[in-house]
Structures are given as C-alpha cells and as structure tokens.
C-alpha cells in the first residue's frame, strides 16, 4: 500500500501549485483523504481532508479560500490546488488515507502516509 505525493516545488508569492497524491495497493475510494504539511521547526498540521461519501471537505484556518481538496476516484488519486501562496506555506506536504470515511484533523485518526512533497514560497 502506497500514497505517492508529487506536484511541489519553487514558486513565487502569489502563484498558484497543484499537489497530487496516487495511491496504490489499495482501493482508497472509499477512504477520506487528508492534506498535511510541516514547515522547519513545527509540527505537522491539517490542512485539508475530503470524505469519499458526499466529497466533504474541511480546512485548516490559515487556507481556506485559497486552497481547494478534490479527488478522482477513477484515478485512486486526491489533488491539492494550492492558490494565492504565501511565504507561510512553506513546508513539506503529506497526503493521507484514513479507513472510516468521516472528516477529520488529527493526524493520529489516519491510517496510511505518503513521503511527502516540499512546496517552497519566496516572496
């Protein structure tokens, strides 16, 4: 069973970058599906998470309104559009599978992790 987060990089204040996460091994379909990040020095934190059932979401504070969670289901895969970034988004971002299909937060209600992906924010 694997996640594997690809799409960061370099950009610019103000630009725009779009995560994706393809999982393998496993059906994640009917799994809720979570965002993550961790800038230097901090701990890792939510950022968003999308239900299978219904396509839910939830997001952290700092990002609502500019990024966007969505899923392929066809494609085994959860996207992050990453809009209007700022030096603060720094950080390596994880995706994650969780069995039981309800939003959640805590990074321990989430069962399965990718390897990460840097997203870098100059300003």
């Known amino acids: 069973v694997q996640l594997q987060a690809s799409g960061g990089g370099l950009v610019q204040a103000g630009n725009s970058l779009r995560l994706s996460c393809a999982g393998s091994?496993?059906?994640?379909?009917?799994?809720?599906m979570g965002w993550f990040r961790q800038a230097p020095g901090k701990e890792r934190e939510f950022v968003a998470a999308?239900?299978?059932?219904?396509?839910?979401?939830g997001y952290a504070d700092s990002v609502k309104g500019r990024f966007t969670i969505s899923r392929d289901n066809a494609k085994n895969t959860v996207y992050l559009q990453m809009n209007s970034l700022k030096p603060e988004d720094t950080a390596v971002y994880y995706c994650?599978?969780?069995?039981?299909?309800?939003?959640?937060?805590?990074?321990?209600?989430?069962?399965?992790w990718g390897q990460g992906t840097q997203v870098t924010v100059s300003s």
């Open positions: 994650a599978a969780k069995i039981h299909s309800t939003i959640a937060r805590r990074q321990d209600e989430y069962d399965y």
């Open positions: 091994g496993r059906d994640f379909s009917r799994n809720t």
């Open positions: 999308i239900t299978w059932i219904g396509g839910f979401t």
